[in-house]
């Protein structure tokens, strides 16, 4: 009992470092999935996040697909939100301000239909005291037939480059799980992206055998949950083993388990995103497994595991 005693009053060190900012734990909460991160705020104490990201941002105002735009799968979740957003005007008029009073490192996602758009939304948040930004290059390049960014190394390495040249605070790419992904993660670390996010939703579809048509009006949509984790662990390891980049594991993420899998991988932090929609307190769970985990296996700095996983 004296043992036991002693290991659970041993402090653990949860930090973790993404570029120039320092997290007080791995836990990000993901893009889009409580849109700003306030309605959360409402069962969940968002300071014990190590940060949150928001819902992508764009230059304009988007008012996404038409409904339905999200279908349950097993173990999963397909949606189609089509990157609703008010707009950067009214992001830094009405909503930074709301969001500057929670006591949690900020990071907003940008993306925009060409690299103009990218650099304006940039730009636009430098006068707001957000600590990073995720850039989406999942997204349409107008410019190139509609082709995604992320499936072109070429491209990103120049936005990437243009970004950095303006942004001076953290810069995390989320990278597309299809394509040419470890050439395209490459491209963005050259190019000086300070982190990758690694990965956005597969490519899904979800069928009504009823009415002969996908249960989603866009069609296709993005797969994200449980069903994923397998997937993306795999592409955390690859980067990781290849790269040797600063990773933040996005995909499937339920419990403590799941977290020291995706930092065993390879991943530095991790992304908590469809788990919340079950429950919106999992992150504080979370927290409590990953302690727990690590008084079990007598590791008590986390950024230690990073990368550990034994062949």
């Given at each position: 009992?004296?043992?036991?005693?002693?290991?659970?009053?041993?402090?653990?060190?949860?930090?973790?470092?993404?570029?120039?900012?320092?997290?007080?734990?791995?836990?990000?909460?993901?893009?889009?999935?409580?849109?700003?991160?306030?309605?959360?705020?409402?069962?969940?104490?968002?300071?014990?996040?190590?940060?949150?990201?928001?819902?992508?941002?764009?230059?304009?105002?988007?008012?996404?697909?038409?409904?339905?735009?999200?279908?349950?799968?097993?173990?999963?979740?397909?949606?189609?939100?089509?990157?609703?957003?008010?707009?950067?005007?009214?992001f830094k008029r009405d909503i930074w301000p709301r969001l500057?009073?929670?006591?949690?490192?900020?990071?907003?996602?940008?993306?925009?239909?060409?690299?103009?758009?990218?650099?304006?939304?940039?730009?636009?948040?430098?006068?707001?005291?957000?600590?990073?930004?995720?850039?989406?290059?999942?997204?349409?390049?107008?410019?190139?037939?509609?082709?995604?960014?992320?499936?072109?190394?070429?491209?990103?390495?120049?936005?990437?480059?243009?970004?950095?040249?303006?942004?001076?605070?953290?810069?995390?790419?989320?990278?597309?799980?299809?394509?040419?992904?470890?050439?395209?993660?490459?491209?963005?670390?050259?190019?000086?992206?300070?982190?990758?996010?690694?990965?956005?939703?597969?490519?899904?579809?979800?069928?009504?055998?009823?009415?002969?048509?996908?249960?989603?009006?866009?069609?296709?949509?993005?797969?994200?949950?449980?069903?994923?984790?397998?997937?993306?662990?795999?592409?955390?390891?690859?980067?990781?083993r290849r790269l040797k980049a600063p990773i933040i594991g996005?995909?499937?993420?339920?419990?403590?388990?799941?977290?020291?899998?995706?930092?065993?991988?390879?991943?530095?932090?991790?992304?908590?995103?469809?788990?919340?929609?079950?429950?919106?307190?999992?992150?504080?769970?979370?927290?409590?497994?990953?302690?727990?985990?690590?008084?079990?296996?007598?590791?008590?700095?986390?950024?230690?595991?990073?990368?550990?996983?034994?062949?």
């Amino acid at each position: 009992m004296e043992n036991t005693s002693k290991e659970a009053q041993v402090k653990l060190d949860l930090s973790v470092s993404l570029g120039p900012l320092r997290l007080q734990n791995p836990l990000l909460l993901a893009s889009g999935t409580w849109g700003f991160g306030e309605g959360l705020s409402s069962y969940l104490d968002l300071s014990i996040l190590g940060a949150l990201v928001t819902k992508g941002i764009s230059l304009h105002p988007r008012p996404g697909n038409p409904p339905p735009r999200i279908a349950e799968t097993p173990c999963g979740l397909v949606n189609a939100i089509g990157l609703e957003n008010p707009g950067l005007e009214i992001f830094k008029r009405d909503i930074w301000p709301r969001l500057a009073c929670f006591k949690v490192p900020l990071l907003v996602n940008v993306f925009g239909q060409n690299v103009e758009e990218y650099l304006a939304v940039v730009e636009g948040l430098l006068e707001t005291k957000i600590q990073g930004i995720e850039v989406n290059i999942s997204c349409p390049n107008v410019k190139k037939g509609g082709l995604q960014f992320g499936q072109d190394p070429k491209t990103v390495a120049l936005l990437i480059k243009d970004i950095r040249d303006i942004w001076p605070r953290l810069l995390v790419v989320k990278l597309s799980p299809v394509g040419p992904v470890f050439e395209v993660a490459e491209s963005a670390l050259d190019a000086g992206a300070d982190a990758l996010t690694v990965a956005n939703t597969y490519p899904a579809l979800v069928v009504d055998v009823i009415r002969r048509k996908p249960d989603i009006a866009a069609g296709f949509g993005g797969l994200s949950g449980p069903a994923i984790k397998p997937l993306t662990l795999r592409l955390v390891r690859e980067i990781y083993r290849r790269l040797k980049a600063p990773i933040i594991g996005c995909g499937g993420i339920t419990s403590g388990q799941d977290v020291l899998a995706y930092i065993l991988a390879g991943a530095k932090a991790v992304q908590i995103g469809t788990a919340t929609l079950l429950d919106p307190m999992a992150p504080a769970r979370i927290l409590e497994e990953i302690e727990d985990l690590l008084r079990q296996i007598h590791e008590y700095r986390l950024a230690q595991l990073t990368g550990e996983l034994q062949d």
